[in-house]
Each structure stands twice: as C-alpha cells, then as structure tokens.
C-alpha cells in the first residue's frame, strides 16, 4: 500500500557531507511527520532526526549544528543533509514515516529499507 525509498548513501570521508533523500508512495491521505533514523551494528536504531508536516523538527544531540532534515509536503519526500561527518556517523539509515492511509484513513508507521552511510576516518 505504502513504500519508503531512500537513496543517497554512500561512503565518505571523515568531515564530508551526504545528503540522503527519501520518497513515500501508495495509498497516501496525508503525512503526519517524516524522520531519519540509523542504526550502526550491535546498536538498536535511534532517532536521527524529525520534521512534521508543520515543519517543526527535533534532531538528536549528537547530529544537531551537523545534520538538516527538510520536507517538500507536494512531493512526499524528507530530505537529510549530513555536514561534517564522522566514522561515528556510520550506520543504516532509514526513512520513517507517520501517514494516514487514503479511503481508510487509518493511521500508519512506515519504514523504508534503509540505506548504507560509511564515514571513513
């Protein structure tokens, strides 16, 4: 009904940027909020970074002044601009998002399938 694409990963060097970009497609009435998450091995996925329809956003301590999250609501898509990366950086992140479904309109969590960040030092 739902998909969550990301794209925009890769492998970078210590104090490089990304940006990492993500589309929701299907059966879609309306997007609540948007957000990034990541998870590096042998560690649960944590919160990355969020953005509401609204446009407010909260970004983890450890991303803030580095990372950018940003929404274009016509097209569905969030957006991730990572600045000043470090080898701490490295995970897979994924693309979430909290939608209402079209007809049903029940309330949905989506996740994408995660893309590949490497920082390298």
């Known amino acids: 009904q739902v998909r969550l694409v990301e794209s925009g990963g890769g492998l970078v060097q210590a104090g490089g940027s990304l940006r990492l970009s993500c589309v929701a497609s299907g059966s879609i009435s309306s997007i609540n909020a948007m957000g990034w998450y990541r998870q590096a091995p042998g560690k649960q996925r944590e919160l990355v970074a969020v953005?509401?329809?609204?446009?407010?956003?909260n970004y983890a301590e450890s991303v803030k002044g580095r990372f950018t999250i940003s929404s274009d609501n016509a097209k569905n898509m969030v957006y991730l601009q990572m600045n000043s990366l470090k080898p701490e950086d490295t995970a897979v992140y994924y693309c979430n998002a909290d939608l209402y479904l079209r007809a049903s309109l029940i309330r949905r969590n989506y996740w994408g399938q995660g893309t590949q960040v490497t920082v390298s030092s």
């Open positions: 953005i509401t329809s609204g446009g407010s956003t």
